[in-house]
């Protein structure tokens, strides 16, 4: 079982919206950093959001994250064929003294 | 940019020890970052490793610490693993990856190693 806790599947349409959420405790998300990451089918994880809400140089402003209390959302708007992918949250856990992970999420873009 | 290119043994016998090397270009890695270990089990999850410092301080993940180190090279810019008496269970993807505020990135490409006899 994951630390931080992410739902398995999401799915939508091209061009509509998704959201993907991250439920942690005081201990990770609430009083650390957030990031998330894309893994394309095949290839390393790349960052998408770092610092709970940027995007680093190269992402596009389709992709948003936010954080309230113990929990974080990574949203997608104009979803494209290519965001088919597996999306994974990250923060530090004070009291493990670890980096976890959630356990991904795979999205659909049907 | 920083570029990170894992290398080592595809497969490793059981009750050996993994090693890796995560060779880093484009930057330094005296630079003041972490520098991070992450695999991925087959059809799985990520899960930390570690990360080491150009000092050569360290922090494990706790349910690996006791099979876990990981140490820095200056002189070679580059970092490495070493996973004592694996099993099959530790059959995975390994990445290495620079950490900053919270984050890693970018990652390297990723070595499959698989523990086999």
């Known amino acids: 079982q994951s630390v931080l806790t992410q739902p398995p599947s999401v799915s939508a349409a091209p061009g509509q919206k998704v959201t993907i959420s991250c439920s942690g405790s005081?201990?990770?998300?609430?009083?650390?950093?957030v990031s998330w990451y894309q893994q394309l089918p095949g290839t390393a994880p790349k960052l998408l959001i770092y610092?709970?809400?940027k995007r680093p140089s190269g992402i596009p402003d389709r992709f948003s994250g936010s954080k309230s209390g113990t929990s974080a959302t990574l949203g997608i708007t104009g979803l494209q064929t290519g965001d088919e992918a597996d999306y994974y949250c990250?923060?530090?856990?004070?009291?493990?003294?670890?980096?976890?992970f959630g356990g991904g999420t795979k999205l659909t873009v049907l | 940019q920083v570029q990170l290119q894992e290398s080592g043994p595809g497969l490793v016998k059981p009750s050996g020890t993994l090693s890796l090397t995560c060779a880093v270009s484009?930057?330094?890695?005296?630079?003041?970052?972490?520098w991070s270990w992450v695999r991925q089990s087959p059809g799985k999850g990520l899960e930390w490793i570690g990360e080491?410092?150009?000092?050569?301080?360290?922090s494990y993940n706790p349910s690996l610490k006791s099979r876990v180190t990981i140490s820095v090279d200056k002189s070679k810019n580059q970092f490495s693993l070493n996973l004592r008496s694996v099993t099959a269970a530790d059959t995975a993807v390994y990445y290495c990856?620079?950490?900053?505020?919270?984050?890693?990135?970018?990652w390297g490409q990723g070595t499959l190693v698989t523990v086999s006899s």
């Open positions: 990856g620079r950490v900053g505020t919270g984050w890693v990135a970018p």
């Open positions: 484009g930057g330094s890695i005296s630079s003041g970052n972490w």
């Open positions: 080491v410092y150009h000092s050569g301080s360290t």
């Open positions: 005081s201990s990770n998300i609430w009083s650390s950093y």
């Open positions: 610092e709970n809400n």
């Open positions: 990250a923060a530090w856990d004070d009291s493990l003294s670890a980096r976890v």
